[in-house]
């Protein structure tokens, strides 16, 4: 019995010695210039978090110096965070990728459901592609990935029944079952409302440490994370406060938790992390409600469902696109225009008029009639009651990315990354094609380019 074990031991040796050091094997491991990619969201991440070294982001700025980084990215529009992560993950813009807005626009009204299926997008994904070429990944809290190809997966999802909180909807979307018992087990510890919160820091160190297990243990080709607490609070306090430094840190901290992983498991070397984000931020004081005109003018009515409505207006983030009940009710859009036309110029100079045309050239919802895309420090509501102009405060994005504030940023350091490159303008839809290198994914991305200097 021992001997006939030990033939079956060696020949099954003997068949793994074959495979991985057939050419075809040994070729696609040499083509690729790292064989694990770590691809990090920072949730409002600001370029001057890395550049500025009064920002306490000792990891980020070390990796900045030391690999690839861009001066400003330039997003989609609008500037939030389900249309931006899609097309991170994707190479394209939202007129492309079908993920138009945080919510989708419900011509009933708005149940408070996000895009939050994969199969909602309409390209192929980075994820697809790791697949399809018989590697691994790994994803943790990223918008839109409930049911993505994804080995190791616990996507960002929520219930809209009371009661249900946050940590076991996920649970149930989770693959493979089990993997938040088994990070909770070896990582975490019992995960609940109290340990999992995104009001408080500790949510970046689980997101990092989750990160940081799967790696170490299961070693993916591509692992996606997002990180969130720099949006929540710098919603709260604009742009500068105590706690969106406190978010930053720790934020940092979780990054460094990665890295640090990829040491203990021996193969930081052989591992590249990018470092992106979904948006700048920008401080508000006003806000408009532009649905209060569309009802005072009888084209829709201050209901949860709209009413009997003609048009609409749907706000994402700071700004607001206009949907019409019939797409081709020209008179109704001819009215809506009037309106805007006809506005006190002490409101109209608060935002410009985005026409389809636009709309189509910078990749946006096709849908939309036009959009409203307001000056910085004014935020459209979607309100349909009361004054047309209200206070706001704190901070918000969803602008038009047309400056600076609202640009995101971008690191790239490690194995197939130039050292010390500096890139002064670049698009979120390019950072796909860095991936595609660093993996040699073969991936079509006609929008997505890849700039030569930061290969080494």
Request: aromatic share 10%; glycine share 8%; charged share 20%.
């Amino acid at each position: 019995m021992r001997n006939h074990s030990n033939k079956k031991f060696f020949t099954l040796l003997l068949v793994m010695v074959m495979v991985f050091s057939t050419p075809s094997f040994l070729n696609a491991q040499e083509s690729r210039p790292t064989q694990h990619v770590v691809l990090i969201s920072i949730d409002g991440f600001r370029p001057d978090f890395y550049l500025e070294e009064k920002w306490p982001a000792p990891n980020l700025q070390e990796m900045a110096k030391a690999g690839a980084r861009s001066l400003g990215v330039t997003g989609v529009f609008p500037s939030v965070t389900y249309p931006s992560h899609t097309t991170i993950i994707t190479g394209r813009t939202p007129l492309h990728h079908g993920i138009y807005y945080n919510a989708p626009f419900e011509p009933t009204g708005q149940t408070g459901r996000w895009f939050w299926e994969s199969e909602l997008i309409k390209v192929p994904t980075l994820w697809d592609a790791v697949k399809a070429a018989g590697l691994k990944s790994a994803s943790f809290i990223w918008p839109v990935s409930v049911h993505a190809p994804i080995d190791y997966n616990l996507p960002e999802f929520w219930s809209l029944e009371e009661g249900f909180g946050r940590i076991e909807p996920m649970r149930e979307k989770e693959t493979p079952k089990g993997l938040l018992a088994e990070m909770e087990l070896n990582v975490l510890g019992k995960l609940n409302e109290r340990t999992f919160n995104g009001d408080y820091l500790n949510r970046e160190d689980r997101i990092g440490e989750m990160a940081g297990y799967i790696l170490e243990t299961y070693k993916p080709n591509l692992i996606t994370l997002h990180l969130i607490a720099t949006d929540h609070f710098q919603h709260m306090e604009g742009r500068d406060g105590p706690m969106v430094r406190k978010s930053l840190a720790a934020t940092d901290r979780a990054i460094g938790k990665i890295i640090e992983a990829a040491n203990r498991a021996g193969i930081l070397e052989q591992t590249t992390f990018i470092v992106t984000g979904d948006h700048g931020f920008v401080n508000i004081h006003s806000s408009i409600s532009p649905n209060v005109w569309l009802v005072e003018a009888g084209l829709m009515e201050n209901q949860p469902d709209r009413g009997n409505w003609k048009a609409t207006f749907h706000t994402s983030g700071a700004s607001a696109f206009l949907h019409l009940k019939d797409k081709n009710d020209f008179v109704t859009l001819n009215k809506v225009k009037s309106i805007l036309e006809n506005l006190p110029e002490n409101q109209k100079k608060l935002f410009r008029v985005v026409d389809q045309e636009e709309l189509m050239r910078v990749g946006a919802d096709p849908n939309a009639a036009l959009a409203l895309a307001p000056i910085q420090g004014i935020s459209f509501s979607p309100s349909s009651q009361g004054s047309v102009l209200k206070p706001a405060k704190g901070g918000t994005h969803g602008f038009f990315p047309d400056f600076d504030e609202i640009e995101t940023g971008f690191i790239a350091w490690g194995a197939g990354i130039r050292e010390n490159v500096e890139i002064q303008e670049m698009s979120l839809v390019d950072v796909a094609a860095v991936v595609d290198y660093l993996l040699n994914l073969k991936m079509d991305l006609p929008e997505s380019t890849l700039y030569p200097g930061m290969k080494k």
